[in-house]
């Protein structure tokens, strides 16, 4: 860990070979590792420092006006997905070992904007490799922000620090539930893009009962029939209950 007002670009070295140590990656395990960089870190140097210590890199270049250099020399843009295009071109610089190199067009309210990404991993086409670099853990958007919005947990304040610890605590045992509810109730349902503010909202206020039989299990969902999304919510409530 290193103090919030440290840049990135200072801490990847030391962070790097503090996780060597720790986990014991030697040169078999460092060809078998992926760092995944932001931009803050995708310097040249430290591309080349990662890649000279045998690891496999996914990262984004940190150099703006390389990425518009880099852009003015594609010939054909795919279509990634709505208001964003890849293109693949040659690398802009020798990193000590072969990579590949992807530009990224996104259309904004002020024009276009674009980003380079550097990697060596082998994948079969340009949306795989960005999907791959999306595919972060985004823990201060699946928890901090959601749970301050979805859980009320930046509205709600305790006087004293045992209070708010106690507050927090059951504020993340609120969103394992909520995951839990998610993955096995909603994932492949008409709301798969509800997060934790609209499932507390819309689904979990929906007034209705559960009705078990003698022996204590789940035998009927009923929900209030004039909320227009009741019927698909039962069938989610009665596959949850039965998978627990």
């Given at each position: ?121 082998s994948l079969p086409s340009k949306g795989r490799f960005m999907a791959c670099y ?111």
């Amino acid at each position: 860990m290193f103090p919030g007002n440290r840049h990135t670009s200072h801490c990847l070295q030391p962070a790097v070979e503090a996780t060597e140590i720790a986990l014991e990656l030697g040169p078999d395990q460092r060809r078998r590792t992926v760092w995944r960089l932001d931009g803050g870190s995708g310097s040249d140097d430290h591309l080349r420092w990662l890649l000279a210590r045998g690891y496999q890199v996914m990262a984004k270049g940190m150099n703006h006006r390389r990425a518009e250099a880099l852009a003015r020399q594609v010939p054909r843009w795919d279509t990634y997905r709505e208001g964003v295009w890849l293109a693949e071109v040659s690398p802009p610089t020798d990193y000590g070992r072969p990579v590949r190199v992807f530009v990224k067009k996104r259309l904004t309210e002020d024009g276009y904007r674009h980003s380079y990404y550097v990697s060596t991993l082998s994948l079969p086409s340009k949306g795989r490799f960005m999907a791959c670099y999306e595919a972060r853990g985004g823990a201060e958007i699946e928890q901090f922000r959601n749970d301050k919005s979805g859980l009320g947990l930046e509205a709600r304040r305790k006087r004293s620090f045992l209070g708010q610890k106690g507050y927090i605590l059951l504020t993340d045992l609120a969103h394992n539930l909520l995951a839990d509810f998610y993955y096995h109730a909603l994932r492949d349902s008409p709301f798969v893009d509800y997060g934790p503010k609209r499932i507390v909202r819309d689904l979990l206020a929906t007034p209705g009962r559960l009705i078990f039989d003698g022996r204590g299990q789940l035998i009927r969902v009923e929900l209030l029939s004039l909320k227009h999304f009741a019927k698909d919510l039962a069938i989610c409530l009665e596959r949850y209950c039965s998978s627990h």
